[in-house]
């Protein structure tokens, strides 16, 4: 199955309609559409083509939202680099994606100089003012099984894997979100969390889909994203918990009766949060995602909220949950990914037999049918909405000479909700200060360890596998 090019189709259905808003200026789809005509025409004049793999490196700002449009109307599979990362782990994403061409925002020349390699690498200055090679669209229709994006998220191995999402999987996670949330009239999306990441992608996508204006903010800022909700520009805004409290913070009166959905990703919210956005009347809307179903598969409504405090919610409607034999959470639905790029075993691993989604998650069902996450993928520790993996920063920490034994666990925060703690042992005395100088050159900053924890020996059980439990306790 395949459908007409979304972004000409959205023009052909509501030219006049608003598509983005950035940095106070709006724009129409017809307007965007001719913007991004020609980026896809200068991209085609540096040999970018149908089904090439093409690294994205940008913010959120217009200049990159214009590329990732003429990227899909060239046709190519882009693959997006969470702008956090250091050289290293962007050039091992470039590498195994088998990247042909890495386009960046000037802010990040630096970085892509030592990440590409032999990849050539294209300032979006350079794109903007080359000339057009005449190409002006290379696919009239998007086929549904087509590779649109892939995004990187690491894995208990501790090397991060390449998640293939097609245009089904942007499709049917739009369908199910709106048959969930509803669309109405004057609708808007705000979109403040990053657009390398698949909730703020998941945003731009249902813009074009469901023709209505994303507000695209380059950060998050309280104060200002507190003035679009109590103006009633914006009805939609997708948060994760650290975003919560600090518009919490800034809360002065009510939001605008129009504002109607504060979606809530990146793990569950406290009952405290829960009471405060209640007694406030801020429609938050819990949900449960991976980058592997595109974005949200299960929600909690907020009128359940209070009711079922700690719930995910229940599978939007064209997917399905069950509970394996082993507790594990397992998803079908059309929104969830083909698979792992380049990497047959880690897809075959994913998927039970019956192609159920194994998530590595742990939960249980009640009996009203909504879902309880007890442990996210075991060990995983998410801090600000960012998803980190222990494993790849023990493996990190292992490099270095005297270490011996490293376990890095989760610690609970305030601000970020989760940080990660470090527990090593050294064969000789080791300062915090070099761990940490030797990870700040390794490491994203947000998956340094906040603290470095000496132990003479690991806790461990009798067949050696260590208690991450009591490193928690300690």
């Given at each position: ?269 406290s009952k405290a949060i829960l009471e405060s956005c209640f007694a406030k ?47 594990e959470i397992l998803l079908k639905g059309p929104n969830i990914t083909a ?136």
């Open positions: 199955m395949e459908l007409t090019n979304w972004l000409e189709k959205r023009v052909r259905l509501s030219p006049k309609r608003t598509a983005l808003v950035f940095d106070g200026k709006q724009e129409t789809f017809s307007e965007i559409y001719d913007a991004v005509q020609k980026v896809a025409g200068q991209l085609a004049s540096f040999g970018v083509r149908d089904g090439m793999f093409v690294a994205l490196l940008g913010k959120n700002d217009r200049d990159t939202f214009l590329m990732l449009h003429a990227l899909q109307q060239l046709g190519t599979k882009t693959v997006f680099l969470n702008n956090r990362l250091t050289a290293t782990e962007m050039g091992y994403q470039i590498r195994d994606a088998r990247v042909e061409r890495c386009l960046y925002a000037a802010d990040f020349a630096d970085v892509m100089a030592n990440a590409a390699g032999d990849v050539r690498a294209v300032a979006f200055t350079e794109v903007m003012m080359a000339e057009s090679s005449g190409v002006t669209q290379a696919v009239s229709h998007f086929p549904m099984e087509t590779v649109a994006s892939i995004m990187y998220t690491s894995g208990t191995t501790g090397k991060p894997k390449g998640v293939m999402q097609t245009f089904g999987n942007h499709w049917w996670s739009a369908t199910g979100s709106m048959l969930n949330l509803g669309l109405q009239e004057g609708d808007s999306w705000l979109c403040a969390v990053p657009i390398f990441h698949i909730s703020g992608l998941s945003i731009l996508m249902r813009s074009v889909i469901y023709g209505i204006p994303v507000y695209l903010e380059e950060h998050f800022d309280a104060k200002r994203v507190d003035q679009f909700l109590r103006s009633g520009e914006v009805t939609i805004i997708s948060v994760v918990t650290t975003m919560v409290q600090r518009l919490l913070d800034t809360y002065t009166k009510s939001y605008h009766p129009k504002f109607r959905c504060m979606l809530l990703g990146g793990g569950p919210a009347g801020i429609p938050l809307i819990q949900s449960f995602g991976m980058t592997e179903t595109a974005s949200q598969i299960v929600t909690l409504p907020p009128e359940d909220a209070l009711q079922k405090i700690g719930a995910s919610g229940k599978p939007l409607f064209p997917a399905e949950v069950k509970i394996s034999d082993q507790d698979g792992y790029l380049h990497n047959e075993a880690a897809t075959q691993a994913a998927f039970d037999a019956n192609g159920w989604f194994r998530t590595g998650d742990i939960g249980y069902l009640d009996q009203d049918g909504f879902l309880f996450v007890q442990e996210r993928r075991s060990d995983l520790i998410i801090s600000g909405g960012e998803n980190i993996y222990p494993t790849e920063i023990e493996h990190v920490l292992l490099e270095y000479p005297t270490v011996l034994e490293v376990a890095v666990v989760a610690k609970q925060d305030d601000k970020w909700g989760e940080v990660p703690v470090a527990f090593l042992v050294t064969t000789k005395e080791t300062s915090e200060e070099q761990l940490h100088q030797f990870c700040e050159e390794r490491l994203a900053k947000y998956k340094i360890p906040h603290q470095f924890h000496f132990l003479d020996e690991l806790p461990k059980t009798a067949s050696q596998k260590i208690q991450r439990h009591k490193l928690k306790k300690l």
